[in-house]
Every structure is written in C-alpha cells, then in structure tokens.
C-alpha cells in the first residue's frame, strides 16, 4: 500500500517562505512522477509543480519563479519550496505520485493546508 504523508504547512504573512515535504512508503519511486497540486475553496484542484524520475520539472505558470520542486530517490521524498508566497496561493496543498507507464497507480496525500495573510 502506497502511503504519502505531508508536512510544513502553515500560516504566513505575504512575501514570506515555505517548504512542504511528502515523504512516500510502499513502493520505490524511481518510475514515477512526483507532485503537488492545490485546491482553493470553491474551485477546482490544480496542478503545482511536478517532477520526474529524470528530474525533469513543469509549473503552473503563476508560481513560476517563485516555487522550486525538488526529489530525492533515496530517501522517497519530494518537497515544494515556496518563495515570495501571495494570498492567492492560499490553498489545501496534495502530495501525488503517479507512474509513467501505468497511470492507475496514482496516489495522493490527504493535504496540508497553506494560508497566505497579513
């Protein structure tokens, strides 16, 4: 059983940093996609930031800049630094990992919420 558990969420004022971490047990990562998506309240989730087992990374164009994804293999990680944070990026932050190959296999974390206010 693929579990994901996340940390590092919280309150912060605008401009300010963050960092979430995901760490994943029950499965050896090396042909999956790592992620984060975010879900504000009253739209619809949307992808953050993902990275693959190449290390390869795409983002959402509004965090461009700003957020930084990384992975670590060994240690079954992936992490989400989060610069200059805005209001707008408050949001309940998910985990992901998704296999290339077989997209079934797609697991999510149960969330950590993010607030960005003054």
């Known amino acids: 059983q693929v579990q994901l558990v996340e940390s590092g969420g919280g309150l912060v004022q605008p401009g300010g940093s963050l960092r979430l971490s995901c760490t994943v047990s029950?499965?050896?990562?090396?042909?999956?996609?790592m992620g984060w998506y975010r879900q504000a309240p009253g739209k619809e989730r949307e992808l953050v930031a993902t990275?693959?087992?190449?290390?390869?990374?795409n983002y959402l164009d509004r965090v461009k800049g700003r957020f930084t994804v990384s992975r670590d293999n060994a240690k079954n990680t992936v992490a989400l630094q989060m610069n200059s944070l805005k209001p707008e990026d408050t949001a309940v932050y998910y985990c992901?990992?998704?296999?290339?190959?077989?997209?079934?296999?797609?697991?999510w974390g149960q969330g950590t919420q993010v607030t960005v206010s003054a």
């Open positions: 992901n990992v998704r296999h290339t190959f077989i997209p079934t296999l797609n697991y």
């Open positions: 029950g499965s050896t990562l090396s042909s999956y996609r």
């Open positions: 990275i693959t087992a190449g290390g390869s990374t």
